[in-house]
C-alpha cells in the first residue's frame, strides 16, 4: 500500500537556526499538505501543493512539491521556539472525493532558546 | 468556517469495557469525516471515513466500528477495549470550497488510555 515516510524524526536546534524536514511517498501524489501539530495539541492545516515543482511561503516557511510529484519538504528560516511542534506531511494519490489522505510519519521539531 | 466538537477530552477505561466517542460538526453540511489514531509520539492513521449518513468505510481490521446517524455526527465505538486501542482519537472534517481544496479540520480529540 501506499507509504509516507519522512525525515529526521526528531530535530533539535538552536533558535535562529534553520530547519528542514523531507517527506517521501511510495508514489506519486495528487497533491500533499502540510500539518503542525503542537504538543498536547490536535494538527492544523498548514498548506496544499499540486502542481509538480510548486514552491509556496508562508512568512519564514517554505513548501517545496517534487518535480516527481512523489517528495515534499518544509524549510523553516531562522526557527523561533513558537515553531515547537510536529509537522507532518499528507499525500493522497487519485481525486476520488473520498479524501483519503495518508500521513507522514512527522518530523519532531524541539527549539532551544 | 467548520467547527469540530468532540468529546471527552480524557478518557481512561479498563480493558474489556466498552467505548462511545462522540463528534459533531458546525458550519458545513453534508461533510467527509474521519476518525483517525495517532499512538503515542507516532503518526495518525487513518480508521474510518464516511460520505453520508450510513456510510462507513474501514481502512484496518480492528476492535473498533464508527457509525453516522447523522449527517454532522460521527461516533466511534467499541464492544470491548484492548490494551492496544489505548491513544489519542481524532475526528476530522475535510474542507473545500469554490473549488479551492483547505485540508482537514480536526476536532481537540481524545486521549483515551486503557487499562
Known amino acids: 500500500g501506499q507509504q509516507v515516510m519522512q525525515i529526521p524524526q526528531y530535530q533539535h536546534v538552536q533558535e535562529g537556526e534553520d530547519f528542514t524536514t523531507y517527506c517521501n511517498s511510495s508514489t506519486t501524489l495528487s497533491n500533499i499538505q502540510w500539518y503542525k501539530q503542537r504538543p498536547g495539541g490536535h494538527p492544523v492545516f498548514l498548506i496544499q501543493l499540486v502542481k509538480s515543482g510548486e514552491v509556496k511561503k508562508q512568512k519564514r516557511l517554505t513548501f517545496q512539491f517534487g518535480e516527481a510529484k512523489k517528495n515534499s519538504s518544509l524549510h523553516i528560516t531562522a526557527t523561533q521556539t513558537t515553531d515547537v511542534g510536529t509537522y507532518f506531511c499528507?499525500?493522497?494519490?487519485?481525486?476520488?472525493?473520498?479524501?483519503?489522505?495518508?500521513f507522514g510519519t512527522g518530523t519532531r521539531l524541539k527549539v532551544l532558546a | 468556517s467548520q467547527t469540530i466538537h468532540q468529546w471527552p477530552a480524557t478518557l481512561v477505561q479498563p480493558v474489556g469495557s466498552p467505548l462511545s466517542l462522540e463528534c459533531t460538526v458546525e458550519g458545513t453540511s453534508n461533510p467527509n469525516l474521519y476518525w483517525y489514531r495517532q499512538a503515542a509520539g507516532r503518526g495518525l492513521q487513518l480508521l474510518f471515513y464516511s460520505v453520508g449518513i450510513g456510510q462507513i468505510s474501514s481502512e484496518v481490521p480492528q476492535n473498533l466500528s464508527a457509525s453516522r446517524p447523522q449527517d454532522r455526527q460521527f461516533i466511534l465505538s467499541s464492544k470491548k477495549l484492548l490494551l492496544s486501542d489505548s491513544g489519542f482519537y481524532l475526528c476530522?472534517?475535510?474542507?473545500?470550497?469554490?473549488?479551492?481544496?483547505?485540508?482537514?479540520?480536526f476536532g481537540s480529540g481524545t486521549r483515551l488510555t486503557v487499562v
Open positions: 476530522a472534517c475535510f474542507r473545500q470550497g469554490g473549488g479551492t481544496n483547505y485540508g482537514y479540520t
Open positions: 499528507a499525500g493522497v494519490r487519485g481525486v476520488s472525493g473520498t479524501y483519503k489522505y495518508i
